[in-house]
């Protein structure tokens, strides 16, 4: 497979490193790719006349979860497209975390492929998602009120409720926020609860549903690439977590996929694992997740290295 152009900028650096600390001009000596198609293979083999040295170079591109985040976020950005095409924001509520279940994935497509063709561009429209819920009787006297899962009686999604009931309930809707940006999705909304309410008060909990509303916004295509100039856009996050333990399991995770190229076979003289630092990964965070390696672990290589921008540091040499 042909290098990518951040992997021959980042064996060009090395090539550069290698020669300020052992001397001579290195250069590409072979792919073992191409030689050994069945193996697993580092980049390249340098040479500076003299010496050889194995490169193979790994990305550090972020923990599992904005792995998982960043996949889904550009898997759904081509799979929600509508066929009339176009490019598009959609915000879910608060509270929604990629990846999107199956079903949830399907269901908005198809609200998609409804909406979109009535969108002109700097328009947004409402996306309908189906929810469940059951009320739960708390008193059938007193000032009336009604809770929920997402808020008290006095949140601004509940308050218009409390002058159309009486008693005291409690909505039992697991799952997001109540997102609603349109009067007749929250008049649907309140006529459901209400009428739930109601039937509660003569002894029907049974569930019921009604639709909530996800923001899509159509918007002005400015893409010169055609490959890009159609796309559904996730306004999503992912949840908050601790940076250094992410940036640990991200050099390790890499780490290990890189060893494996030198665990069975001697490549050349010096084996050497080049990491390209991104925004999830600052250097200190990954200096300190190698320096908590034992050497055991790192035995198959004698440089890893960290390449950011146009420069390279060390993270790991052996002695010698």
């Not at 010096?270 to 390696?293: C, D, G, I, W």
Request: overall charge negative.
């Amino acid at each position: 497979m042909p290098l990518s152009n951040q992997e021959t900028h980042c064996i060009e650096l090395t090539c550069e490193y290698l020669s300020s600390i052992i001397g001579g001009s290195w250069e590409v000596q072979s792919y073992p790719d191409e030689l050994y198609p069945a193996e697993p293979t580092p980049e390249v083999i340098v040479t500076n006349g003299s010496v050889t040295a194995a490169i193979e170079v790994k990305r550090l591109t972020g923990d599992s979860i904005s792995n998982a985040y960043t996949e889904s976020l550009l898997s759904n950005q081509k799979f929600l497209v509508p066929s009339c095409g176009g490019y598009y924001y959609l915000i879910p509520p608060n509270g929604f975390r990629l990846p999107m279940d199956i079903n949830l994935r399907r269901h908005v497509k198809r609200e998609i492929e409804r909406l979109a063709p009535t969108l002109r561009v700097g328009e947004t429209g409402a996306v309908r998602v189906p929810r469940k819920g059951h009320i739960s009787l708390i008193s059938e006297s007193g000032p009336p009120y009604i809770y929920c899962n997402h808020g008290g009686p006095y949140s601004e999604v509940m308050q218009p409720l409390l002058e159309r009931i009486n008693g005291k309930f409690m909505l039992i809707d697991e799952g997001l926020e109540h997102s609603f940006f349109t009067d007749e999705g929250k008049s649907t909304f309140y006529d459901a609860v209400a009428a739930a309410c109601e039937r509660r008060l003569k002894g029907d909990a049974s569930p019921f549903g009604w639709y909530e509303e996800w923001e899509l916004t159509r918007l002005e295509d400015e893409k010169d690439d055609e490959e890009d100039k159609d796309g559904v856009w996730i306004i999503a996050v992912t949840e908050a977590r601790d940076m250094r333990e992410s940036v640990a399991e991200c050099v390790y995770t890499m780490l290990k996929n890189a060893l494996r190229k030198f665990a069975e076979k001697r490549w050349a003289d010096l084996h050497v694992v080049v990491f390209e630092k991104s925004t999830y990964a600052p250097e200190r965070l990954v200096a300190e997740a190698m320096a908590a390696l034992e050497p055991d672990e790192v035995r198959d290589v004698n440089f890893i290295l960290l390449v950011d921008g146009d420069s390279i540091v060390p993270c790991h040499t052996t002695d010698g």
